[in-house]
């Protein structure tokens, strides 16, 4: 069942950046709060990759392609997580896609629709 709603997703010019959001309408909070949550990205012809994860506690981790340029935060009040993404690249551009991720870090839920960045001058 797909529990997380993505957008925020656009076209921006090389340096510009952008704001995801991924929403869980349907989870109530003391379901979505114990997540570990998990931004991905995929390339027409490749699999999804994770770009970067936070923890309940807050704690984050980043791939090597976006550390230092992406930043993801959450709201649990408002069963969000954002994804600031900052000096994009044209290698960023992918459909974007939020997920919970279980213990060893895979995807829980059927994925949402995803949001498309094109980042191209």
């Known amino acids: 069942q797909v529990q997380f709603v993505e957008s925020g997703g656009g076209l921006v010019q090389p340096g510009g950046s952008l704001r995801l959001s991924c929403r869980g309408p349907r989870m109530i909070t003391s379901v979505f709060n114990p997540l570990l949550m998990g931004w991905y990205r995929q390339v027409p012809g490749k699999g999804r990759e994770l770009v970067a994860s936070i923890t309940p506690d807050r704690f984050t981790n980043y791939g090597d392609s976006v550390k230092g340029r992406f930043t993801i935060s959450r709201d649990n009040s408002r069963k969000t997580v954002y994804l600031q993404m900052s000096d994009l690249k044209p290698e960023d551009t992918a459909v974007y896609y939020c997920?919970?991720?279980?213990?060893?870090?895979?995807?829980?839920?059927?994925w949402g629709q995803g949001t498309q960045v094109t980042v191209s001058s």
């Open positions: 997920n919970a991720l279980t213990s060893n870090r895979q995807p829980t839920y059927d």
